[in-house]
């Protein structure tokens, strides 16, 4: 099976998972505008700024063990996309008061640190192509309009 074959395959039989996740009721809060509790956006992006930081690590570890110049400029390029994503959620905690620290520091939800740990783990044990394919099965969900919602507070 051609990579191309198996990613479309993933990502339909994740078509159910991504239908729940773009009509989770906190993102249409969101794209309604002024329903979102500030407690709940809040909450959100400090989840965001421990995932974030940790993405970063286990890309630079996944950019790391690359063993060609296409493996490398890929990484290479995810991980400037979350140095920038990790700015722009600055600009956001600053704009929300909440201060900006280590994110070991933070209450955050079981999940952010399991998936953390996850992308981690791949970073460090799985092929190039393996922790690839985990990265980009979803981006049509994150990054469509209402996958980037958390945009909708700002």
């Known amino acids: 099976m ?29 794209e ?3 329903r979102l509790p500030i407690n709940t956006i809040r909450a959100f992006v400090m989840n965001q700024w421990y995932i974030v ?35 722009e959620l ?10 900006i620290k280590d994110p070991l520091m933070l209450e955050v939800v079981p999940e952010a640190v399991q998936y953390t740990h996850y992308l981690a783990w791949l970073a460090n044990y799985a092929t190039i192509q393996e922790f690839a394919l985990a990265i980009i099965v979803n981006m049509p969900v994150w990054g469509s309009k209402r996958g980037q919602a958390w945009q909708c507070v700002t």
């Open 90 to 99: 600055m600009k956001l905690m600053r704009e929300l008061n909440i201060e």
């Open 2 to 30: 051609e990579p191309r074959e198996l990613l479309e395959g993933i990502r339909k039989a994740l078509e159910p998972l991504n239908e729940a996740i773009l009509n989770h009721p906190m993102i249409r809060d969101a």
């Open 32 to 34: 309604e505008g002024g």
């Open 53 to 87: 930081n940790h993405d970063l690590r286990s890309l630079a570890i996944a950019l790391s063990r690359t063993r060609n110049i296409t493996e490398l400029e890929f990484m290479k390029m995810l991980l400037d996309g979350d140095y920038g994503a990790l700015h």
